[in-house]
């Protein structure tokens, strides 16, 4: 047998060492670049690559984490990425299974779901093996409340209604057509007065909104210093004209608006998603918006999504529904990124996480 000398083989060999050099003599703050960082998504912005480019090895998939994409080939290309990974950034509301989990062996520390809703975290499995986990309220918030105040104002407005007149060239043109609901004088109810939800009473100051109301766990300090007063929620369904569902999802909060809920409404209320779809029980939503128990409704989350476009919600004139958009802003996608990056960089240098859901 020959031993052929290959030089082209010494030259990765070289610049590897003098890398180790190089760190070893400039002692490059922090950069552990032993440990494997995974981002599950092929979507993710710069802004947040570069954060963990600093610290760690990026090992990042080539496939989009969402729809179908989502649920087969990436489910795959995540499978065989995260052995040794540890740290994992979550992008999408794709449940994070038992089987990637334990694909992935001891070194997974941590957790950056980039989102603020947790719900598809599996956050008992995490927390029996010991995974950190953050989310990403808070930067969110602006981004998703101007969503709910744009379904606050097609849905009273007829939006769905009006465009399908625009786009048939079809217009009912009259002093007393299509005539809607004023946000003007009228009693807003908040699901949730949490980050969102605080935001949305904020972008609706200057509509002159009569009554603020909100319910939730427990009453909140921002509360009153909104104007907002805490009631019930039977108390909140039977006064307000708006009905704002900014919770998150949990066991208590699943299909809380639901036949016997929506009975609690008042005729001409509008019902507001910048939740979760599972919040609400979509038959009976239905039931309610055909019969005109209610008025109307605008959703930014459904089950499931993407909603198949012949779903029988999408043949009622009274609702309005977008494809969970909430945060879908260049500057809130980045600073969810850098977010969710910050959290991975405290986590594996043994810092508290920024935003902890399990710390
Ligand atoms: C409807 O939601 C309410 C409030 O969340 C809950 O107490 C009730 O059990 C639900 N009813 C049905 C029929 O699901």
């Not at 760690?56 to 795959?76: A, D, I, W, Y």
């Not at 980050?195 to 100051?205: A, D």
């Not at 055909?290 to 409704?297: D, N, P």
Request: hydrophobic residues 40%; charged residues 20%; proline residues 4%.
């Amino acid at each position: 047998m020959v031993l052929k000398r290959d030089n082209t083989r010494m030259v990765p060999v070289f610049i590897f060492i003098s890398c180790i050099l190089t760190s070893a003599t400039t002692n490059a703050p922090h950069k552990m670049n032993n440990q494997k960082v995974l981002i599950s998504s092929n979507d993710f912005p710069e802004t947040g690559l570069k954060v963990l480019h600093e610290h760690f090895t990026v090992v990042q998939s080539r496939f989009n984490n969402f729809g179908e994409e989502g649920l087969k080939e990436n489910k795959e290309e995540l499978l065989n990425l995260i052995p040794g990974c540890s740290a994992l950034v979550w992008i999408s509301h794709h449940p994070i299974t038992k089987e990637l989990l334990d694909k992935a062996g001891p070194n997974l520390k941590m957790i950056a779901a980039a989102s603020a809703g947790y719900n598809h975290c599996n956050v008992e499995e995490l927390k029996a093996r010991g995974i950190k986990l953050s989310n990403t309220p808070n930067v969110l918030s602006s981004a998703v409340a101007d969503i709910a105040v744009a379904l606050m104002l097609a849905a009273s407005r007829r939006f769905t209604e009006n465009l399908g007149q625009v786009r048939s060239g079809l217009w009912r043109i009259g002093f007393q057509y299509e005539l809607g609901q004023e946000i003007r004088g009228s009693t807003v109810g908040i699901i949730g007065l949490g980050g969102i939800g605080q935001t949305v009473v904020k972008r609706l100051v200057g509509f002159e909104v009569e009554k603020f109301i909100y319910t939730g766990r427990k009453e909140k300090p921002e509360g009153k210093a909104l104007g907002a007063e805490f009631v019930s929620l039977d108390n909140l369904l039977a006064q307000s004209d708006f009905v704002v569902l900014a919770v998150p999802l949990t066991t208590e909060t699943k299909l809380m608006i639901n036949s016997t809920t929506l009975g609690k409404m008042k005729q001409n209320a509008i019902l507001i998603n910048v939740g979760r779809g599972d919040l609400v029980d979509q038959d009976a939503l239905y039931d309610a918006l055909k019969s005109r128990r209610i008025y109307a409704a605008g959703l930014d989350v459904t089950t499931p999504e993407p909603l198949p476009k012949d779903h029988k919600l999408l043949t009622l004139p009274n609702i309005f529904i977008l494809p969970h958009i909430g945060s879908a802003t260049e500057r809130t996608r980045s600073d969810m990124a850098v977010l969710a990056a910050n959290n991975v960089v405290n986590a594996l240098q043994g810092k508290p996480l920024i935003t902890p859901v399990l710390q």
